[in-house]
């Protein structure tokens, strides 16, 4: 089938520079990552000349404040850029938004010394960051985790397992969230730790069903130590630091679904326009012109949703309900709309030829990551019907 420029998509931008931003993206997605993202995904190639590139261009570092060279972006512009990145590759565009998770604690509550020590290389020095909060039995359960951080003299020493690590291995730095006091939430702090630190290895990358190109692995810290002056926050703030970077995260991972859920909409599009049977396009067919039809309404949708909570966000309100609605409906949206597209695609759909099916593998983690479907539920009750009772 011949190759269709991707849908045009009407944004709403809130100025000129914003609008210059998207179409720079854009250009380097269609140039650096769309011609070889297929290949490098089967082979479980992860692009860090990519990311190198990201970092130069000013990307790494958009929401944060331009005294530490980021992008000084609104969260409703940072997040229509992951949305054109994961379009091009999810790789890429889930690995901007967990370099930006990784880098929240010290933009947020590292002191003006950390900032100016770490932030200009970490969003513009072409750093890669990393997110450390899972373990392998405190997944859901964040608050119970086991990796322990004790105090000596100047220095800490941590000792732990994390899980589920995105850029395990590769990272230049960890967020890591270790216990310092008592059991439960109230006894976690966060610390930055350096990638090339002694007694940090990380294991071999976990066999993936799909986002083969984006290394997941346990990190095993065996003593590691590092000084008071990388503890970001308050001792025991760091389970309330994780989750405030959580409820932006998850809008990243909203706008990375809706990224994919738009690849895989115009794979079908593309397909069902030039595929023709019992003499006319598929397209013709009202059954699946109702399916695309459908697809898009849910692509739209959940743009509109994420991008509400990034202005509630961006206005300085509260916005942790319409985040965790935002990254339930369009992860859900995308496992739709990328099983639709295969659908569409019919028997090619279903092999490698086409990238309809690696959209659909992809889309699945995104229900998964930064809290399932299931705990954004519990999120959202929470906050209609307070708390459960005990």
């Not at 933009?107 to 290389?121: C, I, N, S, V």
């Not at 100047?154 to 310092?180: E, N, P, S």
């Not at 970001?232 to 932006?248: H, M, P, V």
């Amino acid at each position: 089938m011949p190759d269709r420029a991707p849908q045009p998509v009407d944004r709403q931008l809130p100025t000129d520079e914003a609008r210059d931003l998207i179409s720079l993206v854009r250009d380097i997605a269609q140039r650096e990552i769309v011609p070889s993202a297929a290949e490098e995904e089967d082979a479980g190639r992860f692009p860090r000349e990519v990311f190198a590139l990201l970092s130069e261009s000013g990307l790494l570092g958009l929401p944060y404040d331009a005294e530490y060279g980021g992008g000084e972006q609104p969260y409703e512009v940072y997040l229509q850029v992951l949305e054109e990145l994961a379009a091009a590759r999810l790789t890429v565009g889930l690995g901007v938004s967990v370099h930006t998770l990784a880098s929240y604690a010290l933009a947020a509550h590292g002191t003006k010394e950390q900032r100016a020590e770490h932030l200009p290389a970490m969003l513009g020095g072409g750093l890669l960051g990393a997110y450390c909060l899972s373990e392998p039995a405190s997944g859901s359960d964040a608050a119970s985790l086991r990796t322990k951080a004790v105090r000596d003299g100047d220095d800490w020493v941590i000792t732990g397992t994390k899980a589920w690590i995105t850029h395990g291995g590769l990272a230049d730095f960890y967020t890591v969230m270790a216990r310092t006091g008592q059991e439960g939430p109230r006894g976690i702090t966060a610390f930055l730790v350096p990638g090339d630190a002694a007694g940090l290895s990380a294991a071999v990358p976990e066999k993936k069903m799909g986002l083969k190109g984006s290394p997941t692995a346990q990190i095993h810290l065996d003593g590691v130590r590092v000084s008071d002056a990388r503890r970001l926050g308050d001792e025991g703030e760091g389970f309330a630091i994780a989750l405030s970077a959580l409820d932006s995260g998850r809008l990243g991972i909203a706008a990375c679904a809706i990224g994919v859920a738009r690849a895989a909409l115009d794979e079908a599009v593309s397909y069902a326009a030039e595929r023709r049977q019992f003499g006319k396009r598929i397209a013709d067919f009202q059954g699946l012109r109702f399916l695309l039809a459908d697809m898009a309404t849910q692509v739209e949708a959940g743009r509109a949703l994420y991008l509400t909570a990034a202005r509630l966000r961006d206005a300085g309100l509260p916005f942790a309900k319409q985040a965790a609605m935002a990254k339930l409906y369009c992860t859900d949206a995308a496992m739709r709309v990328t099983t639709d597209a295969v659908q569409v695609l019919g028997g090619y759909g279903y092999t490698a030829d086409f990238p309809a099916e690696r959209y659909m593998r992809e889309a699945k983690v995104l229900q998964i990551v930064e809290g399932t479907n299931q705990i954004q539920r519990m999120v959202i009750a929470r906050h209609l019907a307070g708390p459960e009772e005990r």
